[in-house]
């Protein structure tokens, strides 16, 4: 048989390693010929749009350089597939592709959205009796994936987080004047990558001095009081806030994509003109944005080495006969790290989140507790050895005739 995989979602720079555990473990197995890719994720399977991954990846040097590019090769796509109850015809469509390539197994890689098409279409599939295995490889910087300890991806923005928090502590130090500064970290509605920045609090470091996630209700009034005791002991006060923290109407656009979720950026901005107007100290607000998730030169290896094991685990699973399922981590152990890969039901993950627990929230609800830092210290180990070009990280890419 032939086997298919895409990538969905937001880019991270741990996905593509997913990917060629996927082509890897694919390669081993002599039952397999064809591995397929499909451009912008299941659009590419709607509309038969696939790439032979032989033709493509041709060397090991090309899966080393895959493995170390960020974003997503194949392309991403945010669709929302409609139930099969209600729209039947797309999945007919998708079911054409997929006979036609001799496909019978289809691995996704994504998040949560991602993981809604994992259990929509192995139903579809199990309903109608039709031998098509559907696995999930998660993937979402976020970490807001249930059942599964962390999700790859995560790691390696952590790592930025905690790495550019520590640069612009450094800068904001140097002058004799007192500061502030607000930085804008992503999480829609989960704290988890905003919390990662307190492992500087691990090196000894006191910044961020506060931080601020969605799982605690935001109070402006407590926001400024927090900002000027913290202003009475440091002479640069540095703040860690989550995108996803209440905001008043307006401070977003509203705009909204195909599942219904905001576009969320602002906040750290709406924060330094209320410092700036209420408390009148040198005030600036940093949005990293993109960067997060794919600055894959600050990429973590543990992450990195574990995107590619998950990716590998789906290929075994698939060839267990295994359908509708989820590739997870459970964690052993902190110390030493330890960690085994299992496979849970799609439908307990689809359209689910999970939160940063209230356990790891200091009791004012302004920063991270100590014992919480065991949690996201070992998933930013590691360096890569990067293949780089002029002094530059070298990427692998998709010529645009095969995207087209």
Request: with cysteine; proline share 3%; hydrophobic share 40%.
């Amino acid at each position: 048989m032939n086997i298919a995989v895409a990538q969905s979602g937001g880019p991270t720079c741990a996905i593509n390693a997913s990917l060629v555990g996927v082509f890897k473990e694919a390669l081993k197995v002599a039952e397999i010929d064809a591995i397929f890719g499909s451009i912008n994720g299941i659009e590419g399977i709607i509309e038969n749009h696939l790439v032979d991954l032989k033709s493509t990846i041709l060397t090991n040097n090309d899966m080393e350089l895959l493995r170390q590019t960020p974003s997503t090769v194949l392309g991403s796509c945010r669709y929302k597939l409609p139930d099969w109850s209600e729209d039947e015809e797309v999945y007919k469509r998708m079911l054409e592709t997929l006979k036609q390539r001799n496909i019978g197994a289809f691995l996704y890689i994504g998040g949560n959205d991602s993981m809604d098409t994992v259990n929509k279409l192995s139903a579809y599939f199990a309903k109608n009796d039709i031998d098509i295995k559907v696995i999930g490889i998660p993937k979402t910087i976020d970490n807001d994936l249930c059942i599964t300890d962390h999700t790859p991806g995560f790691g390696s923005a952590a790592k930025y987080v905690a790495t550019t928090m520590h640069e612009i502590t450094r800068d904001s130090i140097v002058y004799s004047i007192p500061s502030v500064t607000i930085v804008e970290i992503m999480g829609r509605h989960a704290g988890w990558l905003t919390a990662s920045s307190a492992v500087l609090h691990a090196m000894g470091e006191s910044a961020p001095h506060l931080v601020y996630v969605p799982e605690v209700p935001f109070s402006l009034e407590n926001f400024l009081k927090d900002v000027r005791q913290e202003m009475s002991k440091h002479k640069a006060v540095i703040i860690a806030v989550s995108e996803g923290i209440e905001v008043p109407e307006g401070v977003q656009s509203g705009v909204v994509d195909n599942f219904g979720h905001k576009y969320l950026s602002g906040i750290g901005k709406y924060l330094e003109d209320v410092v700036r107007s209420e408390i009148g100290c040198k005030v600036r607000s940093i949005e990293l944005n993109v960067m997060q998730r794919c600055s894959s030169h600050l990429g973590s290896k543990t992450d990195i080495d574990e995107a590619e094991a998950v990716g590998a685990a789906g290929v075994r699973c698939a060839l267990e006969g295994e359908t509708g399922k989820v590739m997870v981590f459970r964690r052993i152990e902190d110390i030493p790290y330890t960690v085994v890969i299992e496979a849970a039901d799609a439908g307990d993950i689809a359209n689910n989140e999970k939160f940063l627990p209230k356990k790891y929230i200091n009791s004012a609800g302004n920063n991270i507790r100590k014992f919480a830092l065991n949690y996201f210290l070992p998933l930013i180990q590691g360096d890569l050895n990067l293949i780089t070009e002029n002094g530059i990280p070298k990427h692998f890419t998709l010529h645009e005739s095969v995207l087209k």
